[in-house]
């Protein structure tokens, strides 16, 4: 987990993060940490309902109504947004830290032409003039991929198709030079060929402008294209963590064993699939210890009392008492 | 332009409701059970004044060959005789149409100035106090009938204040909007409360939009993202409650404007009821309709200035 060569170009930095909705007794997501750096991505995969959305939305302090931090830290940028005021939170998003939503189709305003919507993202931070946030605006078209940009300018959003827009929607998250950009499934509404190009897009970004990403999805196999550094999330905790080609290699958890299972690939028809046994915990269901434990075939009565995230090999942690066990067996295991 | 083929194309698809409007508009007078020439002129009315009378109106004509007829003059531009005032109807209404389109005019402003910023405060903070509050005062102004709003507002600001004429209507622009503030501010106060409530219900839901979350993660400030994203995208629905209540309130202003002895349309159209003056009645309904359908023209124009996507639909 100490990465010192990292240190100084460190981002984010997310401790115990608990997220609570309502007033609700429980959490849903229990004790999430998180480390982002300049120049990496950091991809956060999990099924749905695991947290992973809700962790990347209290980093910019944009919680849906009713979901409520119940512990833990968030330091972004040396900001610690926990405890930042409404004030310090608005100066941050946009300026330091850029959205990118998962439905293109509805994350832009309708009745808005798309390069005001980029325009008026630049405004919100730097001292810019209208013509220079204009200027701002046909830059980051052009930087995103549009041809003829300035006449895109004028353009509204249902002019343009799913991929189109979703450039949209990274051209307004750059607008205010953010050092950070936090991606939403960003390309799960998007047909396949349209998901390599926004994520070569996004690869380029990270090399060119040494930004720092954080990309949540529930595909293995996007999170493969794209991230340096994985984090598994089950039932709103992070259960395993390290790089990418190691951990999809060799799982050091079995909830990614599963999960890299149950990913169809060329060699492997649907008949290979290996779907998870069981179901996910239910909301407000007691989890003492390894939330995974009554899905898991490799699980002992010690995995159903308490679980902490340990370091495992140089850079990589889990949550899995029994990993080395994995890591014996993942020898002769090759994907 | 494509906005100047879209307002074309709206008028253009108004022509056969039009054209239904004159169809009804004719029929009108055979529907009045009796003879219409009989009914018009009284029981005491001579056989040769009932002949000479059909013939003026076409009556002994067939049907269509009535309506060819009736179709030929409207078209020249002649609505028809009023028999009370023994004038062309076009004229008498050509007098009375302005304070009838002041009064439509001046009440929808005011209802939108009211309405607009109501709503944003009640919806800013859903179920509080003043949420509450904005929506015991809509119960209120819809409850209370007009006639006597009218009544009070004369007795209390005209007549005990002596703020504003109690009645009729004072040349000029200025005299207008001092004349017709009354009348109006009436109207508009049962009209407010229906765009208050479509329009808060509407900010609120576009308050949970995904475009919405956008502009906050812009890092715009809550007074941005509300003029710049929520207003324009929460106005379009309110806009069809303001054409459909501008359109009952065409013709429906005849309470009002007999409180305030206005001398407008509903007023015309009242005097020739009351005299059982068909060319008149005919030719009022036909203007009223006509405005009816520019209203809802208008309202479409508006939705296609307000989203874009209108435009391709």
């Known amino acids: 987990m100490s990465r010192p060569d990292v240190a100084d170009r460190r981002l984010l930095s997310v401790r115990d993060l608990r997220l609570r909705v309502g007033g609700e007794a429980h959490d849903v997501v229990r004790g999430a940490s ?69 439905e293109p189709m509805t994350a832009l305003n309708p009745t808005m032409r798309i390069g005001r919507q980029i325009a008026e993202a630049a405004l919100a931070h730097g001292d810019l003039s209208r013509s220079q946030a204009k200027a701002r605006a046909i830059e980051l078209l ?69 930004i720092g990403i954080v990309f949540v999805t529930h595909d293995l196999g996007v999170a493969a294209r794209i991230c340096d550094r994985i984090a598994v999330m089950y039932a709103g905790q992070v259960v395993e963590e390290g790089p990418t080609a190691e951990l999809l290699r060799r799982p050091r958890h079995p909830y990614t064993l599963a999960l890299l299972r ?65 890591a014996a067996m993942a020898g002769g295991h090759h994907d | 332009m494509a906005f100047a083929r879209f307002f074309v194309s709206r008028l253009l698809q108004a022509v056969p409701v039009l054209l239904g409007v004159t169809l009804v508009v004719f029929v009108l007078i055979h529907l009045v059970p009796g003879d219409p020439a009989q009914t018009a002129l009284g029981p005491r009315a001579t056989p040769d004044a009932i002949d000479a009378l059909h013939s003026q109106w076409g009556l002994d004509q067939p049907l269509h060959e009535q309506y060819l007829l009736f179709m030929e003059r409207l078209l020249g531009g002649d609505l028809g005789t009023s028999l009370r005032f023994g004038q062309s109807a076009g004229d008498l209404i050509a007098a009375r149409l302005p304070v009838t389109l002041w009064l439509i ?12 910023p109501l709503a944003l ?58 004349s017709l503030f009354l009348p109006s501010l009436t109207i508009a106060a049962g009209m407010t409360p229906l765009v208050v409530r479509s329009l808060r219900a509407e900010v609120l839901r576009v308050t949970e939009s995904d475009f919405v979350t956008t502009a906050r993660a812009k890092g715009l400030t809550p ?31 005849l309470v009002i404007e ?20 068909f060319p008149l009645v005919q030719a009022v309904t036909l203007v009223l309709a006509v405005l009816v359908v520019f209203v809802n023209v208008l309202g479409d124009l508006a939705q296609a200035l307000i989203d874009p996507r209108v435009e391709v639909q």
């Open chain 1, 34 to 102: 998180l480390d982002a750096a300049r120049g990496e991505v950091v991809g956060i995969a999990g099924e749905s309902g695991s947290g992973k959305s809700l962790t990347l939305r209290a980093i910019a302090g944009l919680l849906p109504t009713g979901v409520t931090v119940a512990g833990g830290d968030i330091e972004v940028d040396r900001v610690d947004v926990v405890k930042a005021g409404p004030q310090t939170l608005r100066k941050l998003r946009g300026a330091t830290v850029g959205m990118v939503f998962q």
């Open chain 2, 223 to 253: 007074h941005q993202i509300r003029m710049r994203h929520l207003l324009r995208n929460a106005l379009a629905p309110s806009v069809t409650v303001l054409t459909v209540n501008v359109s009952f309130l065409i013709g429906g202003t």
């Open chain 2, 105 to 116: 005019v001046y009440a929808a402003v005011l209802a939108c100035l009211f309405a607009v």
């Open chain 2, 121 to 178: 405060w009640a919806a800013s903070r859903p179920a509080a106090l003043r949420d509450r509050v904005v929506r015991v005062i809509s119960v209120v102004g819809l409850g209370v009938p007009g006639f006597w709003l009218g009544l009070v507002l004369i007795e209390v600001v005209s007549v005990n204040w002596l703020l504003l004429p109690a009645a009729g209507v004072e040349p000029g622009f200025l005299g207008h909007m001092e």
């Open chain 2, 258 to 277: 007999r409180v305030f002895g206005l001398g407008g349309l509903g007023d015309l159209m009242l005097t020739g009821i009351d005299a059982r003056d």
């Open chain 1, 262 to 326: 149950a990913v169809p690939t060329r060699d492997r028809d649907i008949d290979g699939l290996r779907a998870i046994p069981g179901n996910p915990p239910q909301r407000g269901e007691e989890l003492p210890g390894c939330a995974f434990a009554p899905r898991c075939e490799y699980a002992e009565p010690a995995c159903r009392s308490e679980i902490e995230l340990v370091p495992v090999d140089d850079d990589r942690s889990t949550s899995c008492r029994r990993h080395s066990v994995l």
């Open chain 1, 142 to 210: 052009e930087r995103v991929g549009f041809p003829e940009p300035a006449r895109r300018y004028r353009q509204f959003p249902h002019q343009l198709s799913g991929g189109m827009r979703q450039r949209v929607v990274i051209a307004i998250a750059l607008a205010g030079n953010p050092s950070l950009l936090l991606c939403d499934e960003p390309t799960t509404a998007l047909d396949a060929t349209v998901t390599l190009r926004i994520l070569d897009l996004l690869t380029d970004l990270v090399r060119d402008l040494g």
